[in-house]
């Protein structure tokens, strides 16, 4: 039987009950897992950028193909995180920081020094890279939302329904539209 391994096809290490992993052993996962979790969030926001060029182009299948990658990545950045928190409290109790509120940042305070500054440069990696994430999803939502408005308003044209919208009147003061208009489709076709 095959070991588990990710989308690139590198083998995930099982995991090992706590008492088996040492605390070099721990670091050495540690950082395999922070490594692997820089690659997942690059991929995330590849797909976060492709996923804005067709909504830009207007492509369904495009959109369609870049939310299946972009789901399949998510999923193994949840597990890589799942993995990278047990490996944290099992570290914070290895070296006897409280485990309750362990965090990577508080780990790297305590642990040796060959582990420790490489763990500091990944984890500013990771949150650099987390806030490209939510600023790229953030205007995807937002071209999305516009993309919505932009339908709706061609088909309150189309269909004659104002929808209770106001325009500009004298002095640029909002008011409703008093006439009737007519629809551009022919409703009894």
């Known amino acids: 039987m095959s070991e588990p391994s990710n989308n690139e096809g590198i083998p995930l290490q099982p995991l090992r009950t706590e008492e088996e992993m040492s605390t070099a052993a721990a670091s050495r996962r540690l950082v395999e897992v922070i490594n ?26 495009a959109m369609t193909a870049t939310t299946v990658r972009k789901t399949d990545q998510v999923i193994l950045a949840q ?18 920081v409280d485990s309750e509120h362990a965090d990577l940042q508080k780990l790297i305070a305590v642990i040796d020094s060959r582990h420790s500054e490489e763990l500091a440069r990944m984890r500013q990696v990771l949150l650099d890279l987390n806030g490209k994430i939510r600023r ?48 551009v489709l022919n409703r009894t076709a």
């Open 36 to 61: 692997e979790e820089v690659r997942v969030f690059h991929e995330l926001l590849d797909c976060l950028h492709c996923e804005q060029k067709a909504i830009v182009d207007d492509d369904i299948d």
């Open 79 to 96: 597990r890589l995180e799942g993995e990278r928190l047990r490996l944290v409290r099992l570290l914070s109790e290895q070296l006897e």
């Open 136 to 183: 790229t999803n953030e205007n995807n939502a937002f071209l999305i939302r516009q993309s919505k408005r932009y339908t709706d308003r061609c088909l309150d044209i189309l269909t004659g329904d104002p929808s209770d919208r106001g325009m500009y009147g004298k002095f640029g003061k909002n008011v409703k539209r008093t006439q009737n208009p007519k629809s």
